[in-house]
């Protein structure tokens, strides 16, 4: 089975930085595309970063673009969300997501990790 653990959320300021780490295990890491999503309260789950097997190729939301970057070491089996000039709007409880096929949806999720992001 896949598992996914999510770290590196707490509470930020405004402007500030924060940088999220998910470790992957049970399979073979490079075979999943790999995914951010994010959940506000009283708000639909929405996607935030996406990034291809190979990392050659990245998504990303609109309301993150040129503030989020996702990236991944597969020799650590890990994906990460490295989020600067992070805004009130950010706070969310952040989830990693896998897929091993792109026709598929996200097959396995992490429990989510908090960010809060104060004014």
């Known amino acids: 089975q896949v598992q996914l653990v999510e770290s590196g959320g707490g509470l930020v300021q405004a402007g500030g930085s924060l940088r999220l780490s998910c470790g992957f295990s049970?399979?073979?890491?490079?075979?999943?595309?790999m995914g951010w999503f994010r959940q506000a309260p009283g708000k639909e789950r929405e996607f935030v970063a996406g990034?291809?097997?190979?990392?050659?190729?990245?998504f990303y939301a609109d309301s993150v673009k040129g503030r989020f970057t996702i990236s991944r070491d597969n020799a650590k089996n890990t994906v990460y969300l490295q989020m600067n000039s992070l805004k009130p709007e950010d706070t969310a409880i952040y989830y990693c997501?896998?897929?091993?096929?792109?026709?598929?949806?996200?097959?396995?999720w992490g429990q989510g990790t908090q960010v809060t992001v104060s004014s």
């Open positions: 990034i291809s097997w190979s990392g050659a190729s990245t």
């Open positions: 049970g399979r073979t890491f490079s075979s999943y595309f």
């Open positions: 997501a896998a897929r091993n096929t792109p026709a598929s949806g996200y097959d396995y």
